[in-house]
């Protein structure tokens, strides 16, 4: 290796391995910690955030970065490397430029404003009290507006925000994307009512060690590997990626509930497939890393719903849930769970939805944050304006604004921008899913005979190799030969929930 392209390389990979840690920060916060560590937690993330963005705009990274790359016109200096170096080159100027337009200070003040916001939160969720966050997300909207101002953007201040999580995805194309896919949506969702398909049986008493024998087993057959990954408990089930080879996934367990810890256990074990899927070796370089939180999305929506909820899987699996259950399952035919696990039903809550209604919340969410960042919203009117929402898209809306706008995490947690990459999960997933199905027709039988491991492979090669080589949207095109829209999905949903 070039030595030059070795200094950057290294210099990279001691930020990447602090930011390893944030990571393990997180998932300790989320799954060992005890409550009262919050304020030495707080003070960790602030110190570890100001650190990383010390690296990563320090003199001698810049140094390193100029002796390959003229930083301002982006011009490869260095005729020596290969396509995929000058590629990492690249990607590491242009996060270069965004580090260093956000002041330290402003860094570490975000990281200290919203960690105690995300902590207040939990007992404001607890309490369904609105007012006790108010002046936090109010913080939190500010530093948000003025991260938009200092890093820039061409038509919107949200643009720069969702490139945070979705690199060159715009407030335009989202629109584009997301005004037929709501439209469809609700026809769909009123198309589906009719259905009453009855599920209380996946509702009584499941016993938690077996729910989670069968989440850990099924993980193995997906294809991650022992020795590379945990499976922990949390009230919001999570997968942390500390590293390809050290992943954290959290599921979530209630014994009165049966369907949630398979679907979140398959949802997260999609998305650490994923990260074990990056190459270990190119740990430190853009190549080692992630496309996008829409393109991880895409991978975790593709084992929960697009296979977790298909026939031919079920047709395979169904019948070791019976034998695991037998006094709840085992008169239960397999067309009855089908039917019950995909149950169209509007939900005031996000993460228990179903794939039809999912993308109503996430749309609601995304015009709410829009706002915002925007400043034609006030932070008081949050409640009623999702409550009015919430009647428009989902026919129905919450009596508490803990099962209402006090929902989610990601607000306080300063995570604006975030929520689209749910529903681009669901696009890219459906465009994949189609592409999987052509390179192999036979899927449904080998589905059906409980084997898994060629959509890892499959979803290995077109997908997780790559890393950021190539920009979110050029991936999905390059592996699907499919420009990114809404049609496959709504095709998916339409073919899938109208028969
Ligand atoms: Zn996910």
Redesign the pocket.
């Known amino acids: 290796m070039n030595s030059n392209f070795k200094k950057l390389f290294d210099l990279n990979k001691s930020n990447q391995t602090f930011e390893s840690l944030e990571r393990l920060l997180f998932w300790d916060q989320e799954t060992m910690m005890p409550k009262n560590g919050i304020n030495i937690k707080t003070l960790q993330k602030k110190e570890l955030a100001s650190l990383i963005h010390s690296k990563k705009t320090s003199k001698e990274y810049k140094e390193a970065l100029l002796k390959l790359i003229d930083i301002d016109s982006g011009q490869i200096l260095d005729k020596d490397l290969d396509i995929d170096q000058k590629r990492c080159v690249e990607v590491m100027r242009s996060d270069y430029q965004k580090a260093v337009k956000l002041p330290n200070s402003f860094v570490s003040k975000m990281a200290e404003v919203s960690s105690e916001a995300t902590h207040t939160w939990i007992e404001a969720k607890e309490k369904n009290d609105f007012a006790m966050l108010e002046p936090h997300l109010q913080s939190v909207i500010d530093l948000m507006r003025e991260k938009a101002d200092h890093l820039g953007y061409e038509d919107h201040p949200y643009d720069a925000l969702v490139n945070e999580y979705e690199p060159h995805m715009t407030v335009k194309t989202l629109d584009n994307l997301f005004n037929p896919l709501k439209e469809s949506l609700s026809n769909l969702t009123k198309k589906c009512a009719k259905n009453r398909a009855d599920d209380s049986f996946l509702y009584g008493v499941f016993d938690t060690d077996t729910q989670l024998e069968i989440g850990k087993k099924l993980l193995l057959e997906m294809g991650l590997e022992e020795g590379n990954y945990r499976l922990d408990l949390s009230a919001h089930p ?2 942390m990626p500390v590293h390809a080879n050290d992943l954290r996934l959290t599921t979530r367990i209630e014994d009165s509930s049966f369907h949630q810890c398979l679907s979140a256990t398959m ?2 074990g999609g ?1 650490a497939l994923y990260e074990q899927g990056i190459l270990a070796d190119q740990f430190g370089l853009p190549i080692g890393q992630n496309a996008s939180i829409g393109v ?2 895409s991978q ?2 593709f084992w929960e719903t697009f296979i977790g909820q298909s026939l031919p899987f079920l047709k395979g699996f169904y019948p070791k849930l019976q034998s695991a259950f037998p006094k709840q399952l085992g008169n239960t035919p397999l067309s009855d769970y089908y039917e019950a696990v995909n149950l169209v039903q509007p939900s005031l809550i996000r993460i228990h939805a179903d794939e039809v209604t999912y993308g109503l919340h996430v749309i609601l969410r995304y015009e709410i944050e829009k706002a915002f960042v925007e400043g034609k919203m006030k932070v008081k009117d949050l409640p009623e304006v999702w409550n009015e929402k919430m009647e428009k898209y989902l026919g129905m809306s919450p009596h508490t604004n803990r099962e209402g706008c006090l929902q989610d995490i990601h607000w306080p947690s300063a995570h604006f921008g975030y929520f689209p990459t ?1 529903a681009l ?1 669901n696009l890219y997933a459906a465009q994949l899913f189609n592409e999987m199905k052509t390179d192999h027709p036979d899927y449904e039988l080998k589905l059906e005979n409980c084997e898994y491991l060629f959509i890892k492979k499959w979803l290995e090669e077109k997908v997780h190799q790559h890393g950021r080589r190539y920009d979110p949207q050029d991936l999905i095109e390059k592996a699907t030969g499919k420009k990114l829209s809404s049609d496959a999905f709504t095709k998916y949903l339409e073919s899938k929930y109208t028969k």
Do not use: R
């Open positions: 999570f997968c949802h997260e998305h991880h999305e975790s929506k749910y999960g």
